[in-house]
């Protein structure tokens, strides 16, 4: 049985618990659900692969890095201490993928414009291209960041108009785009069938 963690610290948590279970009985692969609040829950539920959900990423790192959970830097040095360990980071998520803040490295080589479309009523939506998936994806936008510098080491794994909106370094996948609020499983498939792989 193949364990995803799934970071709860706020923001769009849910919608993606529901869609990786959709996505995991499209592929037959079992799995169990694992709500990471604090450090200790990470390390009891020893996860296969990680999704940082979106959501509002200042409200993260107050609640993530408070002594009460001391869940962020923990989930840093996770995703930090193997490259090969399958994260998805969505929107929020990708912003503290880019700048995690914990004095360590960033997770993903490209840095990140918070809020960089502008206020909510720029939020949108649109079809991506997706590099990993070889095919076009339902992109919902809201207040998403944008990459500013994208370093060489960097896999392009979403575009829209040109622009990279997704990248994967390693087995980390980061995007500024929401997923979890499409009908399509196809990002959260990705991580589990590359969680599956890696497990073995
Ligand atoms: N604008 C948010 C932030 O700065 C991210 C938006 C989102 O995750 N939908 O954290």
Redesign the pocket.
């Known amino acids: 049985m193949l364990r995803i963690g799934l970071v709860m610290l706020q ?2 948590r849910h919608v993606h618990m529901s869609t990786l279970q959709k996505a995991a009985d499209e592929c037959g692969i079992e799995i169990s659900l694992h709500e990471l609040r604090m450090k200790s829950d990470l390390t009891e539920a020893d996860p296969h692969a990680l999704v940082l959900p ?5 409200t ?1 790192r107050l609640t993530g890095n408070h002594e009460t959970s001391r869940l962020l830097p923990a989930v840093f040095d996770w995703i930090r201490s193997d490259l090969s360990r399958p994260v998805l980071g ?4 990708a ?1 503290l993928l880019s700048d995690p803040q914990d004095g360590g490295t960033s997770l993903i080589p490209a840095s990140i414009d ?2 960089a479309y502008g206020r909510q009523a720029e939020s949108f939506q649109a079809e991506v291209y997706s590099e990993i998936l070889g095919r076009d994806f339902p992109g919902v936008f ?4 944008r990459f500013d510098s994208i370093d060489d080491s960097a896999q392009v794994a979403a575009t829209h108009e040109g622009e990279v909106v997704g990248i994967r370094y390693g087995n980390r996948l980061a995007l500024t785009f ?1 997923p979890e609020l499409s009908n399509d499983t196809g990002f959260h498939r990705w991580l589990i069938e590359l969680a599956q792989e890696v497990a073995v």
């Open positions: 923001g769009a979106g959501g509002e990423s200042t993260m969505t929107c929020a998520g912003i918070r809020n809201i207040r998403a960041p929401h």
